[in-house]
């Protein structure tokens, strides 16, 4: 429903559009318009549209947050413009309810390599699985214990569900470090042993094992 040469609004210009529609209700600090502008953006990446953002608020806070969220979108739509999160999500909605588009896009796009897979989230997701369905000619590239973006909707879990939806995927466990000692290695390894697992890992070098680590304390 966009017309061509449509706009791309970067988070300062969502920022002052948001700033414009909560201070018709009441007069808003800065950090109220971050809160709403990172709800917004959770929803986003978690597939949820405004109408059902509306139906999940859970408190007067949400509430609020998702009716900015429906006045967010409308205004877009009126200035024939997206945000970054749109990029994913809207790809994603017609995909899913065009089998027509999704069926030429499946056409087009023959194999798929994602990088940094442990920091996707619900959306990405969803458009991977969208576009490699059964034929599954794709690569991802993750460590579930890098994931240092769940703050902004990363979801390492997509590790797992990677697997259920697809079982036939095979899993090349890459271990061998290049940049690190043995005793680095063994210490991060003791670590992460903590962490809950999809794929247990056991990293290593051919480095030799270094100097020996020194803990310092700064008070």
Same mark, same amino acid.
């Given at each position: 429903?966009?017309? !061509?040469?449509?706009?791309?609004?970067? !988070?300062?210009?969502?920022?002052?559009?948001?700033?414009?529609?909560?201070?018709?209700?009441?007069?808003?600090?800065?950090?109220?318009?971050? =809160?709403?502008?990172?709800?917004?953006?959770? @929803?986003? %990446?978690?597939?949820? +549209?405004?109408?059902? =953002? $509306?139906?999940?608020?859970?408190?007067?806070?949400?509430?609020? =947050?998702?009716?900015?969220?429906?006045?967010?979108?409308?205004?877009?739509?009126?200035? %024939?413009?997206?945000?970054?999160?749109? $990029?994913?999500? +809207?790809?994603?909605?017609?995909?899913?309810?065009?089998?027509?588009?999704?069926?030429? @896009?499946?056409?087009?796009?023959?194999? #798929?390599?994602?990088?940094?897979?442990?920091?996707? %989230?619900?959306?990405?997701? +969803?458009?991977?699985?969208?576009? #490699?369905?059964?034929?599954?000619?794709?690569?991802?590239?993750?460590?579930?214990?890098?994931?240092?973006?769940? @703050?902004?909707?990363?979801?390492?879990?997509?590790?797992?569900?990677?697997?259920?939806?697809?079982?036939?995927?095979?899993?090349?466990?890459?271990?061998?470090?290049?940049?690190?000692?043995?005793?680095?290695?063994? =210490?991060?390894?003791?670590?992460?042993?903590?962490?809950?697992?999809?794929?247990?890992?056991?990293? @290593?070098?051919? #480095?030799?094992?270094?100097?020996?680590?020194?803990?310092?304390?700064?008070?």
């Amino acid at each position: 429903g966009y017309k !061509p040469g449509f706009s791309l609004f970067d !988070p300062e210009d969502a920022k002052a559009l948001l700033r414009d529609l909560m201070n018709k209700d009441a007069q808003v600090d800065a950090e109220q318009i971050n =809160a709403v502008q990172a709800k917004i953006s959770q @929803w986003k %990446n978690d597939l949820v +549209l405004p109408g059902d =953002a $509306l139906s999940f608020a859970a408190d007067d806070d949400e509430h609020f =947050a998702a009716r900015v969220y429906e006045a967010y979108v409308r205004h877009l739509k009126a200035y %024939n413009a997206v945000d970054f999160d749109d $990029l994913i999500l +809207l790809p994603v909605v017609l995909l899913q309810r065009d089998p027509e588009a999704l069926a030429r @896009w499946r056409r087009k796009i023959h194999y #798929m390599l994602v990088d940094e897979y442990q920091d996707t %989230n619900v959306s990405q997701y +969803l458009l991977v699985k969208l576009l #490699m369905a059964e034929r599954a000619t794709f690569t991802v590239v993750g460590d579930d214990d890098q994931s240092i973006y769940a @703050w902004r909707g990363a979801r390492p879990e997509n590790l797992v569900t990677l697997g259920e939806d697809f079982p036939r995927l095979k899993v090349i466990k890459l271990e061998q470090n290049y940049r690190s000692t043995g005793t680095i290695l063994r =210490a991060a390894n003791t670590l992460i042993a903590n962490n809950p697992h999809v794929y247990d890992k056991t990293l @290593w070098s051919e #480095m030799g094992d270094g100097a020996p680590i020194r803990v310092v304390v700064n008070r």
